[in-house]
């Protein structure tokens, strides 16, 4: 046990989150996975050892959460590595989406990950040590995609809670990493993982076009393999110096390093109206 690592992973019986948990049984760490239905779980990990704990967990609801939490420290005595991986998708423009699609797209994306973190960091800094993966997405660096302005506005949340964490808990050995995600071949695109306006509005048309381009031509087209994405995932586990910013995929790389160039750019452009702010 003192060799094999405990990881805590939501959303795990789909997508990223199963891929990892199939990952991490096979190369014999100790698995806590958690999805709204249990069921869904067993149905996809056969628990076919004490290595392999599936638990219903509700991440709105913080009690629930921390009952999820305690089980697994009952069951393997700590908790080494989480892995917030559960979310959802939302394509809409920002006008067309309700208060309560919106803030649904928050308590799940931000405060569900937040629930996890309030409950689990006691255990890690009492044993001072630990790594917290927040799943973000590229579009938590860069938000210029018609339809996902809430849904970015999420992932800019998740990155920018991740880098004040990074800093908050060097001094009790825990590292943290937004993960970047790009266009991984995964059912995020699919119905069940992608939400879309109850009310849409016809005016635009540059939402419509960019949920039909994700829905019925990038969805299973996807460049990104989600094996080797959660193999990276892992590998950034075991390193001495992790990233805070663990950006996956060429597509990811590409965005990214071109969005840092037109800010430095824009920078430069605007400088003289940005310095002259000052006393």
């Avoid at 392999?52 to 697994?72: C, G, Q, R, S, W």
């Avoid at 009790?172 to 109850?198: D, E, H």
């Avoid at 990276?232 to 110096?241: L, P, T, V």
Wanted: charged letters at 20%; one cysteine or more; proline letters at 4%.
């Amino acid at each position: 046990m003192s060799n094999k690592k405990v990881w805590f992973i939501t959303g795990a019986s789909q997508g990223f989150g199963l891929i990892l948990a199939k990952k991490l049984l096979e190369k014999g760490d100790f698995v806590a996975a958690t999805s709204r239905r249990k069921s869904d779980l067993e149905r996809e990990i056969s628990p076919k050892s004490n290595q392999f704990l599936p638990l219903e967990m509700n991440l709105t609801d913080e009690n629930d959460v921390k009952k999820a939490i305690d089980e697994t420290i009952a069951a393997f005595g700590k908790i080494d590595n989480i892995i917030n991986n559960a979310g959802y998708g939302l394509l809409g423009a920002v006008e067309e989406l309700s208060d309560a699609e919106a803030r649904q797209n928050f308590d799940v994306n931000v405060f569900g990950s937040l629930n996890v973190i309030r409950q689990a960091l006691p255990h890690m800094r009492r044993q001072q040590s630990g790594h917290i993966f927040n799943i973000a997405s590229i579009g938590g660096y860069l938000g210029d995609f018609p339809g996902f302005g809430i849904y970015c506005a999420t992932k800019f949340a998740v990155v920018g809670f991740s880098e004040a964490m990074a800093i908050e808990l060097k001094d009790f050995g825990i590292n943290v990493t937004a993960v970047l995600p790009g266009y991984f071949r995964t059912n995020f695109l699919t119905s069940g993982s992608l939400s879309t306006p109850q009310n849409p509005l016809d005016d635009y048309k540059s939402t419509r076009e960019s949920q039909e381009l994700h829905q019925q031509q990038i969805n299973n087209n996807q460049p990104g393999d989600p094996e080797k994405g959660a193999a990276a995932i892992i590998q950034i586990a075991g390193e001495k110096n992790p990233p805070v910013h663990l950006f996956l995929g060429s597509d990811a790389y590409g965005l990214a390093k071109t969005k840092a160039e037109n800010v430095m750019n824009e920078l430069e452009v605007w400088k003289s109206v940005t310095v002259n702010t000052d006393f």
